[in-house]
């Protein structure tokens, strides 16, 4: 099946810095979505984008399907963006989301 | 608001004391599914559901049953639930399958004892 890498594992940021979260994967992919699980156990949709760019508010992320990665970038981190950062794929219209392992956040007031 | 909701949100039950966990979603969507999430082996697809009636095995069903009558719900099942289904249960849902966006439930926290 499809591998999905996420780096780093770990982050520590002070509050106000910037930081990019990278995944990659292994194969074509139909879907690709960020999600951010936050401390209560919740996922939270960030994106959706099996390629391209898109913007949302301190967010962005960036696809390039064509060299299996995307990047999350998380721009004058807030101490309510820790948590775990999840990248997911899938390769078929009736498959799973295949998740990365998370990278944690953590950002230090 | 467009949303997944599952119910209950967090449940403390013995073995062997059958179970529901609910799942509705109010967007119409065609495609709904199950996961599982358990430290070091992350998040796991239990079942999926294309359509109504239309159900399949995930990577981790053994244990579990769906059904889907309706559109907007899909519950899952535990008959007789075991300690090794402790977990955090998320349903997802999306207008038509994988290619398309999916949206997650607030999660089910289920501790079996």
């Known amino acids: 099946g499809i591998q999905v890498e996420q780096s780093p594992p770990d982050l520590i940021l002070q509050e106000g810095a910037n930081s990019t979260l990278r995944c990659n994967f292994s194969?074509?992919?139909?879907?690709l979505q960020w999600f951010h699980q936050n401390p209560w156990g919740q996922l939270i949709n960030l994106f959706y984008?099996?390629?391209g760019t898109k913007q949302n508010g301190r967010l962005s992320a960036t696809t390039v399907a064509t060299e299996r990665y995307s990047l999350l970038y998380i721009s004058s981190s807030q101490t309510t963006d820790s948590g775990v950062y999840f990248c997911?794929?899938?390769?078929?219209?009736?498959?799973?989301?295949?998740f990365g392992k998370g990278i944690t956040l953590s950002v230090r007031p | 608001e467009a949303q997944v909701t599952q119910n209950p949100r967090y449940l403390i039950t013995v073995t062997g004391k059958k179970l529901t966990v609910t799942c509705s979603q109010n967007?119409?969507?065609?495609?709904m599914s199950w996961y599982r999430q358990d430290p070091g082996l992350g998040l796991r697809q239990i079942y999926y559901?294309?359509?109504?009636?239309?159900?399949d095995k995930g990577d981790v069903p053994e244990g579990y049953k769906v059904s889907r009558k309706e559109k907007r719900n899909f519950p899952l099942i535990l008959e007789s639930p075991s300690p090794n289904q402790t977990s955090l249960y998320f349903c997802?849902?999306?207008?038509?399958?994988?290619?398309?966006?999916?949206?997650f439930g607030p999660g089910t926290r289920l501790t079996v004892t």
């Open positions: 997802a849902s999306s207008p038509r399958g994988m290619t398309y966006e999916q949206y």
């Open positions: 194969d074509s992919v139909n879907n």
């Open positions: 984008i099996p390629s």
């Open positions: 997911a794929v899938s390769v078929g219209a009736n498959s799973k989301l295949t």
């Open positions: 967007m119409n969507h065609e495609y």
């Open positions: 559901s294309m359509n109504v009636e239309v159900t």
